[in-house]
Every structure is written in structure tokens, then in C-alpha cells.
């Protein structure tokens, strides 16, 4: 599982850039799994790029029933993502997302 860090600012055209559906450029995360270990432990902060599009071994943020997960990128099909955990004995099945739900690429670590 994965949360996202607070945000120490927000503004009246913060909420009103989200309610019209434009993502800001970068958002932080804090790992809070052991899926992506050795890359990421519990407790690394992440930056991620929210403009660019998901290429094979990325690794991306995305959101699923309200919770954000941290996988890399396997393979990419049309709309569809297929993602997996570096750490097989945590993450074991490729899991297939639309590309919608992927909220960044990791582009920092920290």
C-alpha cells in the first residue's frame, strides 16, 4: 500500500485546477510496503512526474479504490497497463490498470 505525503500549501487555484481535471506536474508519496523492495523500502519518499506517458520499466504511482500502489511497468497494451512489485514474494501476478489510473512516473527518490 501506498500513501501520499501532505501537502504543506494549498490554494484557492490549487482546487480549482483539480476540479477542472488538470494535474499539477509533480506529486510526493511515501512508501508504505515492501512489494518494490530492493528499489524502495517503507518509509522512502517519492517524487513523480505527472506529464509524461508510462514506457516499459517505469516505475509509476497509480490509484485503485481510493489507495495509491507504487509497481514498474511490465508491458503496455492499448489503454492498459500491466504492472508488478520487484519483490516476487510480495507481488507475485501481473496486475493490469487503465492508463487513467497511473497519477506519475517516479522520478526521485528520497
Known amino acids: ?27 510526493r508519496f511515501i512508501v508504505s510496503d515492501h512489494s518494490m523492495e530492493p528499489a524502495f523500502f517503507e518509509g522512502d519518499h517519492v517524487l513523480t512526474f505527472n506529464w509524461v506517458s508510462s514506457k516499459k520499466r517505469d516505475v509509476v504511482v497509480f490509484s485503485q479504490n481510493n489507495n495509491y500502489f507504487l509497481k514498474r511497468v511490465e508491458r503496455l497494451r492499448g ?24 497519477i506519475g512516473r517516479v522520478v526521485l527518490k528520497y
Open 1 to 27: 500500500m501506498f500513501f501520499p505525503s501532505k501537502q504543506s500549501l494549498r490554494s484557492s487555484s490549487f482546487d480549482k485546477l483539480r476540479t477542472a481535471g488538470l494535474k499539477f506536474p509533480f506529486s
Open 79 to 102: 489503454d492498459l497497463i500491466w504492472v508488478l512489485g520487484d519483490n516476487r514474494e510480495m507481488s507475485s501476478r501481473l496486475a493490469s490498470i487503465k492508463k487513467t489510473q497511473v
